[in-house]
């Protein structure tokens, strides 16, 4: 059969025609259609009826439609079925799916209802978790160590004592794992339980979020999460549509509007809604939150277009009344879930710094073996006694790094997230305090992250009138002027011109007016609810020149004038602000005129290409600009009526497509910019954060060069570069616009001689093409320099130089922004940090740190992210210590012994060393600071120091084995020429373990930096504390482990007089060598 439009609609089996309909034209409001009045839907009287077997199902197709459809349904099965992967599909889902026979449709085929964010079950946790932990090259190296002991030639001691720190580790590390796990799992269940309200034949029955389906009708209450994409059918709002916050899915603070099918809206009780006849169309499932394709049709009536204010997505809260909608995606196929995705994990540079580490002692302990075979001469069995060398040395590879580090970065989120002085502060990504400590670069958004994102009005030109805040009383006189006084033509027009200029602020925009309540008094307050706060701080200035938005409805817009009378604008048509089209436009119908006005505001960029010809427009975006204003340039157009109704026929038809529907929309809004009028300008001011300058001062002492990445002109970057002292009073400017690639080059050899001391502003056109043709000179060229702002920068283009600055320079770099278009340039940075502002969470959600305000960074980076890497670097030094001088020890021995591979301890010796005997002060390490609080905020310059990543090196490394190799050397050899050979094995191993512990106990507390500083009752307690408890448990542990120390030989006088003494020789050389050191070479933070 034939459409109303002569398309060939497909009929499904067993459902025949409906009636012909008659063609209407739709009252269209905020891009969708809906009936202009009241809706008759054809309903059966009899309830068990079957209520489809009448109706048209699916929308009309266009010509070759279905056949493109089909051969891509094909295409993406036989995908899916090669990778193993769902396959998204497109669905018709009527209305009432259960009461239909033969129309194709199967509930069931759909995903279950059900958030599953477990990486196990119970069945599977053990043995996955498990495998999971021999990924680590450590853990499976002690594996294998351990399994080498089950057969005698290998073997050279006890099982337990190398299975046990293995079973210690992976323990810790999967009771964690389940931990976690266990916590997603009532996170789940949590949710998928809670119950809901179904609209069935019986009324509302009570239902879970996971057993709901494709095809349901379910009630939301206000304040209740939506459980399951929907389209929104009715709402107890009068206005027909309903608030719904969507902060947990796009991280956006604002409350957004989502207006109920027409249609049904419109019948008398919401169980009409189980008669209807009829289905609705939806797009397959896809990430997109912003765009939705679907149709509804109905029997006896037209196809209607259905778009995104038209649905609830999962995820999202409902705000105001109570609603019912239609399920048509559920679990996996939800937008939420589809947008659920793990960002690319990130690993420090200190854990990659420190793997190489770990990669060079298992090559040390190969070589070490080699050795110890090749003083034997390669006698015997070498190759066994090379393998039995290995097991022996196997303590060199420190195997309880990994936790004591997991433990380490918990100590230090703690002492981020309970800072009082950044209060808010949340650690989302825990393994990256470290990199804290050694940021080179900082890549900054400028808009909510160096200003407050709260917008002020500031000034509004005309062409032959500009008004600032001071000349309100003169903009509410020119409203009340009656323009058909008998004054001069011109002095007639400025009246009108403002008129209109500020009905275009007051109308132009997707502000609505909310009344709130005070609790404690009762008393009402208007606040206005937007995505921009650039349109909240227009309206608001309307406001205080007489022009009041009382009301706001997806059919209508509600004003009152400075006389206190009533103008209501009916809206027919609303085109979002989109990042791409950078401006918003809107059709209403003057009420009080009956004049159809088309309204048009956005960037003076694409509003130059648009607007009639002026010669005053481009000269003052650039003098509102150079006074740091953001400016937005505002259209208007009168419309005919039959100019109307051609352009609502195009754009119904480009609404309804199935085919190109975003393009042939976007096409259609463009036919309707032609020969659009100029009303005017305006310019607002956003306020610097708190503490900006202070903080930004700081960074670039610290050494730390800022980028600053915004979409705002040159003028207005260079302003806010200025007040916000990114350039200082001693650097200069240098402006970058260019047209080709020779000028870009030309600029880059300017600029390379003047780097230093110059900060660059260069435009997104200009960098775009030095990345084309110039890409690493561009690097090269701005490495040095203090502190570069890129303009009108796009979201791709902020990820992509972070890419680049990381990839040119091999520096660490952070970036920080507070809203969604922001996030890519966090996700590429090696530290992202996000801020929840007046944009919403959406970066924040997304970072790897989230604070509060931009002046927290200083904190963040020259404190905590100083004492994060140093502590951490000297843990990971000492522990890879504790094992190389174990080692060495055991090195010393055999070859003292005739080159034997014998166990010099016994495996209680063994385990006992790495754990309660030397872990609690090791440990305490991370509660050690090199600088004093008021220092590193005094002394900026000393963040610098880090960058370098000095405290963690190849040279620090092997300083670290020149002193093992000594003490190792003075702790072995000292009781043979104390005792002249007169010692037995266990009175020798008891002797050189006690001073061996002694040492490490000594060794540790002289690594402790605070020493110098600190009073006591600050970081000195805790190390005292751990080596008085460790002291505690090493004294009973002799008489316990009765079997590895002679009690009577331990007992004697001499034995501690001699364990003292060697003690002393190995520790206090070093320490004196570290004092010369330190004399002809002090650190940086000596000095201060």
């Given amino acids: 059969m034939l459409g109303e439009r002569g398309e060939e609609v497909e009929l499904r089996e067993g459902i025949s025609e409906s009636p012909p309909v008659s063609s209407r034209r739709h009252k269209m409001s905020y891009g969708s259609t809906s009936s202009s009045g009241p809706v008759h839907v054809e309903m059966e009287g009899n309830e068990d009826t079957p209520l489809l077997s009448n109706a048209v199902l699916g929308p009309p197709a266009e010509s070759g439609e279905e056949e493109a459809a089909a051969s891509r349904t094909a295409w993406e099965q036989l995908r899916a079925l090669v990778s193993r992967e769902p396959v998204l599909k497109s669905r018709r889902v009527p209305f009432n799916p259960e009461s239909v026979q033969g129309s194709g449709f199967e509930q069931d085929s759909y995903p279950l209802n059900v958030i599953r964010n477990q990486k196990y079950s119970a069945f599977s946790f053990f043995p996955v978790a498990l495998l999971m932990q021999f990924k680590s090259f450590i853990n499976l190296f002690y594996l294998l160590v351990s399994i080498s002991q089950l057969f005698d030639i290998l073997k050279v001691g006890f099982l337990f004592t190398y299975i046990a720190p293995l079973i210690f580790v992976v323990a810790i590390t999967m009771a964690k794992e389940g931990y976690d796990d266990y916590s997603r799992y009532r996170r789940d269940k949590e949710v998928n339980s809670q119950r809901y309200e179904r609209l069935t034949a019986n009324g509302f029955e009570p239902l879970p979020a996971s057993d709901m389906k494709v095809g349901h009708f379910i009630r939301i209450k206000v304040n209740q999460r939506v459980p399951a994409d929907m389209v929104l059918l009715r709402t107890t709002e009068d206005s027909g549509a309903s608030f719904i916050r969507t902060d947990q899915l796009d991280g956006e603070t604002d409350w957004k509007l989502r207006r109920a099918y027409a249609k049904t809206q419109q019948l008398e009780r919401d169980e009409d809604l189980l008669r209807l006849q009829g289905e609705v169309f939806a797009e397959k499932p896809r990430k997109d939150i912003y765009n939705f394709i679907g149709t509804v049709q109905l029997s006896g009536h037209a196809v209607d277009s259905i778009s995104l204010e038209n649905t609830m997505w999962g995820n999202t809260v409902l705000a105001s009344g109570t609603v019912i909608g239609l399920v048509v995606y ?42 110890m075979v090749a003083g034997n001469l390669f006698h015997g069995l070498w190759l066994v006694d090379g393998l039995r060398y290995i097991i022996l040395f196997s303590f060199i590879v420190p195997i309880s790094m990994s936790v004591n580090l997991d433990m380490a970065k918990l100590v230090y989120v703690w002492f981020m997230m309970n800072d009082n002085k950044i209060r808010g502060t949340i650690v989302r990504n825990t393994g990256l305090p470290e990199e804290l400590g050694r940021i080179s670069y900082l890549m900054s958004d400028k808009t909510g992250t160096l200003t407050q994102n709260d917008m002020i009005f500031k000034k509004l030109h005309l062409g032959q009138l500009s008004f600032s805040p001071d000349a309100l ?31 275009a602020l007051a109308v132009c925009h997707n502000v609505t007016p909310v009344n709130e309540v005070d609790e404690e008094t009762g008393e ?59 401006r918003m436009g809107i059709i209403v119908r003057d009420l009080q005129t009956n004049e159809i006005l088309f309204l048009m505001k956005g960037a003076d960029v694409v509003m130059q290409q648009i607007v009639q010809y002026s010669d005053w427009l481009e000269e003052e975006c650039t003098n509102l600009a150079r006074e740091g204003l953001r400016t937005l340039c505002f259209g208007r157009k009168v419309l005919s009526e039959a100019e109307y109704a051609d352009f609502a026929r195009r754009y119904h038809d480009a609404e309804v497509s199935l085919v190109d529907r975003e393009k042939r929309v976007e096409e259609a809004e463009i036919s309707l910019e032609e020969n659009l009028e100029l009303i005017g300008l305006s310019g607002v001011e956003d306020k610097l954060q708190k503490n900006v300058r202070t903080t930004l001062e700081k960074l670039r002492h610290a050494g730390v060069k800022i980028w600053m990445l915004t979409g705002d002109k040159i003028e207005t970057a260079t302003c806010v570069a200025r007040s916000a002292k990114l350039v200082s009073r001693s650097q200069s400017i240098h402006t970058m616009v260019v047209k080709n690639a020779r000028e870009a080059k030309e600029h880059l050899d300017e600029f390379a001689q003047i780097q230093s001391n110059t900060v660059l502003v260069i435009d997104g056109t200009s960098l775009q093409i030095c990345l084309d043709h110039w890409k690493e000179e561009f ?17 791709t283009q902020k990820a992509e130089i972070v890419k680049l600055i990381r990839q040119f320079t091999k520096k660490q770099t952070a970036a920080i922004g507070d809203g969604g278009n922001d996030v890519s340039m966090i996700q590429a940075a090696d530290v992202g940090i996000g801020i929840e502002g007046k944009e919403g969470k959406q970066a924040s959600m997304a970072a790897d740190f989230s604070i509060m305000q931009f002046s927290f960074v200083a904190r963040l980076l020259l404190w905590h992210g100083r004492n994060s890497y140093h502590r951490s670097a000297i843990l990971s030094q000492f522990i890879i210590h504790r094992g190389m001088l174990i080692t060495f020890v055991q090195i010393v021995f055999s070859a003292m012994y005739y080159w034997s591979s014998v166990a010099m301890f016994t495996g209680i010796m063994l385990f006992g060393y790495s754990t309660f005997y030397t872990s609690l002060p090791i440990f305490a390490l991370v509660l050690d600071e090199d600088v004093s609080e008021e220092n590193a905020f005094m002394y900026p310059e000393l963040y ?32 043979v020429f104390i005792y002249q050979y007169d010692i037995t094995l266990q009175h020798f191993g008891a002797f050189v373990f006690t001073a061996l512990v002694l040492v490490e106990l000594i060794n540790v507390a002289f690594e402790m930096q605070s020493w110098t500083f600190l009073e006591w009752r600050t970081w000195r307690v805790p190390m005292v504390m751990s080596e008085v408890i460790t002291l505690a448990i090493s004294l009973p542990s002799i008489v316990i482990f009765y079997g590895s120390f002679d009690i009577v030989f331990v007992s004697l006088p001499s034995f501690w007089i001699n364990v003292s003494l060697v003690t002393l020789a190995c520790v206090l050389p070093v320490y004196f060598a570290k004092l010369i050191r330190r004399r002809f070479n002090p650190p940086a933070w000596t000095k201060v």
């Fill in 330 to 371: 559920t679990g996996r196929e939800t937008r939420s879930v589809l947008n659920t995705s793990q960002p690319a994990s990130k690993k420090g540079t200190l854990d990659r710094e420190i793997n190489w580490l770990a990669m060079m002692l298992g090559v040390l302990l190969v070589f070490l073996s080699i050795g």
């Fill in 473 to 503: 009383d003169e903009v509410a006189g020119y409203l009340k002027h009656d323009a058909s006084s008998s004054e001069g033509k011109v002095r007639r027009q400025l009246p009108r011109k403002v008129r209109e200029a500020i009905t």
């Fill in 524 to 582: 009402q307050s208007r606040v206005y609810q937007a995505s921009s706060p650039d349109e909240i701080a227009l309206v608001k200035f309307t406001e205080t020149v007489g022009v009041t938005l009382t009301d706001r409805t997806f059919q209508e817009i509600t004003l009152t004038n400075a006389d206190g009378r009533i103008e209501k604008y009916e809206v027919l048509n609303i085109f979002p602000f989109t990042s791409s089209k950078k």
């Fill in 779 to 795: 690097f090269q060229s701005t490495k040095n320099a203090p502190s570069v702002a890129c303009c009108r920068c796009s979201p």
């Fill in 944 to 975: 610098e120091q880090l960058q370098k990543g000095r405290a963690l090196s190849s040279k620090t490394f092997m300083l670290w084995c020149f002193q093992t190799a000594y003490q190792a050397a003075v702790v072995t050899l000292s009781p």
